[in-house]
Every structure is written in C-alpha cells, then in structure tokens.
C-alpha cells in the first residue's frame, strides 16, 4: 500500500522543540518530499523541502527548522525548535511522483504534490 504516515505531534510551550517523522512507503521515498502545513482559517502553506541538490525552508521557520531524511528507514523528518504560537497548525509530508529526489527539484505549491499523509496537529502554548 502506498502511503504517508506522520508521527510526532503534540502539545508544547512556546520556545520547545519538537521533531516530527513521515513513513513512506515503497516508491514513495524516492520522489521530492516536503512539509506543508495548515492552521484554522488558512491556507496549506509550505514548510520545508529536501532533495539530493539540497533543502529548502520558509522564511517564517528558517533558521528554527531542518529537515532530514534516513533511508534506511524510509523516514523524513522535521526536527523544529524555538517553536512559536503561530507554528500551531496541522503538518503534513508529501510527495510529488514527477519530481524524482534526486533530480534535485522542488515545489512549494501543494497542489504539484499528489501523495499526502494523514497530518499531525501540533499545537504551541504561549
């Protein structure tokens, strides 16, 4: 079965960190990934990106955030400290099948990505 399966979420205080995971399966870790994000009221925005050519980040979490992959277990993740109130959204991983990861390309728009998981609500206190 192809799929997405977030973990990680939870409740924090402002200033912790978190560190967010996303299984893939199958053929599904050798396509571009990215985070994106949704809070109430708004629209899925992007978060971050990673391929062979390197990683990408919104401005609102650079320098907050990395992003990283393991192969070996097919995971990608979202290590995010100093973690704000306006990061309070639902995360999701995705995944473009016409981008491979190692072509080095990237989207920020969510509609170029066809595969999503669940999403894992994250919610920071102030």
């Known amino acids: 079965q192809v799929q997405l399966v977030e973990s990680g979420g939870g409740l924090v205080q402002a200033g912790d960190s978190l560190r967010l995971s996303c299984a893939a399966s199958?053929?599904?870790?050798?396509?571009?990934m990215a985070w994106f994000r949704q809070a109430p009221g708004k629209e899925r925005e992007f978060v971050a990106a990673?391929?062979?050519?390197?990683?990408r980040f919104a401005d609102s979490v650079k320098g907050r955030v990395t992003i990283s992959r393991d192969k070996a277990k097919n995971t990608m993740y979202l290590q995010m400290n100093s973690l704000k109130y306006e990061d309070t959204a639902v995360y999701y991983c995705?995944?473009?099948?016409?981008?491979?990861?190692?072509?080095?390309?990237?989207?920020?728009?969510?509609?170029?990505?066809?595969?999503w998981g669940q999403g894992t609500q994250v919610t920071v206190s102030s």
């Open positions: 995705a995944a473009d099948s016409s981008r491979s990861y190692y072509s080095g390309s990237y989207s920020f728009r969510p509609n170029d990505y066809d595969y």
């Open positions: 199958g053929r599904l870790f050798n396509y571009a």
């Open positions: 990673i391929s062979w050519s390197g990683e």
